[in-house]
């Protein structure tokens, strides 16, 4: 019969069964007659002997006799010892039928990270492997990092890299992270809510991707609980009110099919699946439609003997019900990545009401429900098995992916990438299979064949008929890629891409081409500005300046100034220390204006509309800072109209030799070169580059360069020539004041 999503969560066993005490065994009976004054050790004992009669108990008793000496007087929020936490992690790992080796770590599982416990004191008194599976539950605190995100993706990536050596690391923390959220009530609304969205955005879909669905089922909708405590509860109500409408309506569904099975002399079972209340509530949003109208919340699995039954049985189904078309998936002969199998169909049933079925053997229902969890084996070597082996590829996958992703939101997006994906399957024209994510584009499957292709690739036939690289693909979509020498990764990539091999090795490229171009920009803006040194020998090391900046060598000082990192105007000046600057920008040199009846005034240049020879200016008296000029039509202006007599009539006193430093913003279709090519329009218009910064806004490129002209005319000029170049759809004069609202509305 079936039951409904919150009965089941409120079973603390995950397989679904009562522990009894086994035969006899000399060993349990001597350590359960030592631990006869501590039921809940006796409890754990039992649990473990009821899966692997063959468990080392004494091992067992020693750690939980180690965990309460360390956790003596801890209590957790609920006000109950913290002992009882770790024998609950314990007794999780037990039910999903662990070795003794990670009972007894999740007994141990918190004794690094909360008391004076150290790695070296576990490791003799437990052995390094023990040691190694609770170092990689814990967290990383001993460190200072400079956000909580950046300490969280520290703490991820060690226990990713903590999984690909022992595999069990991933259960502990899940069973973990399970007993937290149940008792999560007793902690406050802030961190509720923190917690709920880490387990829901990264631990749940770890437990999918590790076929691990019960737990996974749990996590959701106990996360659900506390982000959306409404809708949680209306669901709650609502299924509960139901329940028993579905029932009837499942028995009248499967007593045609119970009959066609018996006639086939196929035993199975079948009843109703439940379905979790986190799934119900996204596709009320997907589809944008009320609980009433789900209804794929009428489901059926069915569990046979074999996987010849499997089949048998779908074609029965088939015969009694009509299929829906384009509803029946195949994953006993292409499996999930998470080693997932079943035959999936949906059919009419009853009434017209659409109902799914599931339908597998035994085995694959023991693993649908505990992942891999199910593939492990009891060994004296205490090794993972070696089928679990093709399964871990997707997990070194992200490990290798994210040895570029130094900034710890990009690793987190990238691993929220990778865990949050339905697959589907797809064929080279060889007939060899690839899995990749829903909503894969071509340009994931050339870089899942090969690097080399990825970069290369220049378009796509699916099925025969060429496509658009951001095409998505479907399942059972056959895939041949078109690519040439001449092509390479565009910015515009990263928008249709769903696989993290192929995002990364965008970004890898994108950056090596960007590092180029300001390699070369860098090397034209020294070179010019050398030219205005005609009498100095030049005899200078950029090595040793290099070092002294903290760069590694000259190519990375020519990017530096190619980015704008580093100006032209500091290297000359290390370059020529004694040397007379040849021009003289508006920051450091305050003459150029003309006050009538007054002298030895202190001169400065409003920031906030930077004005340049040329410009019509006025004067306001400002304290401690003398007068300030301003454009005109400057909007700082208006604010002190109040105030006439701060006003002053001024005049542009400009000698031959003076620059003034303006920002200029220019928009473009993002291209190879662009930086470079707008670059030397500037310079050949005659401005010198002070610095340069430039982003990129999907396919626009945005460059803003700080550059000196000597008066309007000239700027104007620089302005015109900029705009002339291949790609330039405006070029702007920025200032502070421009900036900060232009800014303000993007945000």
Known sequence: MERDSHHALSQTNLTQHTPQRPAANSDLDAVLEQAKDQLQLQMLLIEV?????SADFTLIARAYDFARQRHEGQHRKSGHPFLQHCVEVARLLAQLRMDDTTVAAGLLHDVIEDTTATYKEVSNLFGH???DLIDGVTKIDRFTYESREERQAETYRKMLLSMVKDIRVILIKLVDRLHNMRTLDYIGADAQERIARETVEVYAPLAH???LARIRWELEDRSLKFLHPEVYSELREKVSMKRREREDYIEEFKKPIEI??????????????????????NKMKARGKPFEEIYDLLAVRII????REC????????AIYRPIPERIKDYISMPKSNMYQSLHTSVIGPRGLPVEVQIRTRDMHHTAEIGIAAHWRYKAEDKAPSDLDQHMSWLRQIIDMQQEASDPEEFLENLKIELFQDEIFVFTPQGDLHQFPKGATPIDFAFNVHTDIGMHCLTAKVNGQVVPLSTRLSS???VEIVTSSHQSPSRSWLDSVQTVKARQSIRRWLKDEQHAHSVRLGQELLDRELKRFPDVAVKYDLTTIANELDLPDTEHLYAALGSGDLSVGRLIGRLFPKQPKQSKSRKQDKRGIRIQGMSDLMITFGKCCTPIPGDAIIGLITRGRGVTVHRTDCPNIGQISEEPERILQVNWDIENDQAFTVQLRVRSHDRKFLLSDISKA???SGCNIQSATTRTLGEIAEQDFWVDVVDITHLQQSMEKANKIEGVLEVLRIDEQFDEHNQASKN
């Open 49 to 53: 002997a009821s899966c692997n009669d």
């Open 129 to 131: 492997k023990i040691a």
């Open 209 to 211: 991707r590790f076929g």
């Open 260 to 281: 066609d099975l018996h006639k086939s002399s196929i035993e199975a079972e079948i009843g109703g699946r439940p379905k979790n209340f986190f799934s119900i509530y």
């Open 304 to 307: 046979v003997d074999s996987m």
């Open 311 to 318: 089949y048998q049985t779908l074609g029965l189904v088939h």
């Open 476 to 478: 059972g979509d056959t």
């Open 682 to 684: 500037l310079g050949d």
